[in-house]
């Protein structure tokens, strides 16, 4: 699944005229949602104890699963 900024749809919209829909997504640059790997990088540089990092940990990606789809 690929994420855009509204404001890159209403670009692509402006730029659609005439164009594919490979060309129009080809200058758009998707959002990137963090890996496993990542969230867990990010949340063992946080300084608040093994508590917070499993819960910042599952709310990332929890999070992430939403916004792709999933019910978890």
């Not at 599952?58 to 699963?65: I, L, Q």
Request: charged content about 30%; cysteine-free; overall charge negative.
């Amino acid at each position: 699944m690929k994420l855009y900024t509204e404001e890159q749809v209403v670009r692509a919209i402006e730029l659609s005229d005439g164009r594919s829909t490979d060309e129009v997504l080809a200058g758009l640059t998707p959002i990137e949602l963090p890996s496993d790997e990542e969230i867990g990088k990010e949340a063992s540089v946080r300084h608040y104890g093994t508590n917070f990092k499993h819960v910042f940990a599952s709310g990332a990606k929890w999070m992430r699963n939403k916004i792709q789809g999933g019910e978890q």
